[in-house]
DNA sequence: CATGAATGAGGATTCATTCAT
DNA sequence: GATGAATGAATCCTCATTCAT
């Protein structure tokens, strides 16, 4: 069917290449079209905005961030697969600085984006859902405000440094627990 | 000192309006001027740069955060004061969208700026000394690094609902303190 | 003659089904191509400028042209034939966005398109000359003349309303006469 | 009070020549400011849209269209009223390529512009009545129609020669009148 | 000192046309 | 012959900053 042409596939690696290189959050497309030597409508013609760009760098992102969700939700040890999932999750939105926008975006252009963001949200929620009846996790903390809290901390690590991060979770994950 | 003239100050004044009537983050120089009913070279001549004007409206915001740091000081309760400053810190940022960038800015145009900051650093100094001491804190965090956690939750907030505000403190206070 | 081959057909009718969707005037090959379900190269193969599109667009109504300037020229009442050919024409016409550039062209890309205007021409001007005779139309009005005034009129309607042509082709008519 | 600075005003008239320059119609701002020898932003400062800057070329015709209109209301006779007014607008609408669209627009950015085709269609519209009521006008023409009728006549001037305008303006000073 | 006109690089976006597949 | 990816000049428009008045 949709047989996607060699050439094309190219200039897509190309493009996402040349993106990857920039400081994700100032995607200028003119600049990455000509770093990836190509022209700007070649770069329209495959991204036809910056997130949809912003999307297509995250996917392998996302996809790895599926998996760690899927092994978090069929871990037996809650404590752990909370610990693992969120420092997971931290780790992969400091490595790719457009993940934020797009898990935090309520539109998504492609439906695969859409359907992993689903499956992700889907099976942490069923984590927290452990973690909370584990006492891990205050009762009143719903799924979406951890979210922001992970970005909250992604945002405190950029401004410093990035040897904080493990300390800077073990914060999180502490301060995420009921009061005794 | 140096006799500052009437008109001098007005224009001031009506710059720093306009400027606060603006989502901090994005002054055009040119829109401030214009609401100001000023021309733009008054702007540039009061503000030579962006960051001048982002820090002239943190000025007072900075003064209250003077006054905060100084009481928690004084607080002979140490828990109560870590709680407030930090809790009274954190309003402030939400409220001047600008402060963060002055807060960690390494380099400030004005001098009472500077002075500020250290002041408020080493008020805050003292206070987290007698947070260690009580087990408010962690030892292995600096300063630096709360600051940096304060700036991480205010995004989380920012990202979010305001009425998230005292949770994500909360969260924080209790992510902060030495494990059990 | 040359045998078309089936599918080459099918592209074309294509073609032109999607370009009549359009407005014409300002018809984007990309557009037309998508629409039509085909490339942009075999839009490009069967019509290698925008004109030769417009001029294939047109030809259904210069056929139908044709026919009201041959009645026309048949037709024994002078009065009515001119009446009628000038009001069919101008409803092709308005009907037909592109035909007004297509009469107007001095260089026709399609020798079948080029016949028809001329005969339509050599027609209507055997309608005119007797319309000059019967005192219709005033002796020193060229057939160019009148056209360029039918396509005027063309414009009067395109910025009003359509209601408008039958009243402004009478004020037409009876301008053309000669004064008494 | 506005205090027009001379280098503005030396500014404006430079872009108003350059504009002149080109065929208007397809006015490319850039174009325009490089012709004049100016940046671009000047040319957005002073015309923030294509459409101020064709109304300000027009402001000069239309202030000539305003006398014209002014004399033919005052004219005694209402034949010469009717056919100088249409003979000159009409010669008008020819030299300025512009005026057409500022006349046809709903909308006009300087309020100058709006005030001038206010008067100048009431002042058509009187002697217009006076026409109606001297048999020269059909009385189911309304003046919007006229107005069209006469932007068609440009149309049909300007697909063919200079020279067809008289001819052009008296088919339809003959054509508008009521049949006998 | 104040003014605001002028600058022009910069960024986004489109579309007619070519050409490798 | 069909395809549609690629091209890149062209266009629009904005805004931080300078400088003549």
Known sequence: MAQIRADAARSRARILDAARARPSGDLR???????????????????????????ALAVETLERMVMIARAAAEHPDTESALATFLGEALALQLQDGGLQAVLLSPD???????DMKIE???????????????KLVRPDLSIVQIEHLVCGIEHAVRIGEPEDRQLFLDVMLAGIRPAV
């Open 29 to 55: 497309l003119n600049d990455v079209a000509r770093e990836a030597g190509l022209g700007v409508g070649t770069v329209y013609r495959h991204f036809p905005s910056v997130h949809a760009l912003t999307e």
């Open 108 to 114: 998504d252009e492609e439906q695969s984006v859409r």
């Open 120 to 134: 992700i949200f889907a099976a942490f929620e069923s984590v927290l859902q452990r973690a909370r009846e584990a």
